[in-house]
């Protein structure tokens, strides 16, 4: 997220008028393998460097896929996906949420990701109703710490694992909970 931020600054170079922008090739095969989970590599182009599809899929997350289908060195197709929450639902799931969803977290929403709950790639909106803070480490660590997240009617909820509730009930984490403020004038005295 910082160097997503620090990339699109003004003061910032940019190449041909925009920001720098992490290319990463993928082989079909081995994304359909690494999306599984069953292994797949990604190629950084101009480093030559390889990362696990998993590790490239995470940086894809909070960022804009660009598909681009070669075939025999003659480009046949270009598709783009913005996944990214605009500033405005941003600014809007921090105020509802506070802090990242998992319990026990108090990293402040403003320096959290934003996590579609119903993954993009699954056919999730980019949408207030499908977005959640969550810190670098819960972002990067659910699909394996036994945490899951839902909405209900707008509101986020978690369960946790076993080892946390017993029941793995679901929760409405309490700072995302509507509350009324009641504004009460004083009363002058004297």
Do not use: Y
């Not at 190449?15 to 989970?37: E, Q, T």
């Amino acid at each position: 997220m910082v160097f997503a931020i620090a990339a699109r600054h003004s003061d910032m170079p940019t190449l041909g008028g925009s920001a720098p922008v992490l290319v990463v090739n993928v082989d079909a095969k081995d994304l359909v393998g690494g999306m599984g989970g069953n292994g797949g590599w990604a190629t950084v182009a101009g480093s030559g460097a390889h990362v696990p599809v998993s590790v490239a899929a995470h940086v894809a997350c909070a960022g804009t896929i660009q598909r681009v289908l070669v075939d025999e060195g003659r480009i046949i197709g270009i598709t783009t996906t913005d996944r990214v929450f605009t500033v405005h639902q941003r600014r809007a799931i921090i105020a509802r949420d506070k802090e990242c969803l998992i319990p026990g977290c108090h990293v402040p929403a403003s320096w959290c990701e934003i996590h579609h709950v119903v993954e993009h790639a699954r056919g999730g909106p980019t949408h207030t109703d499908n977005g959640v803070p969550l810190c670098w480490w819960h972002h990067r660590s659910l699909g394996t710490s036994g945490w899951e997240i839902r909405m209900q009617a707008g509101l986020p909820q978690v369960r946790g694992p076993g080892w946390w509730d017993p029941d793995e009930r679901w929760r409405t984490p309490r700072l995302s909970v509507a509350r009324l403020t009641l504004t009460v004038p004083l009363a002058r005295t004297g």
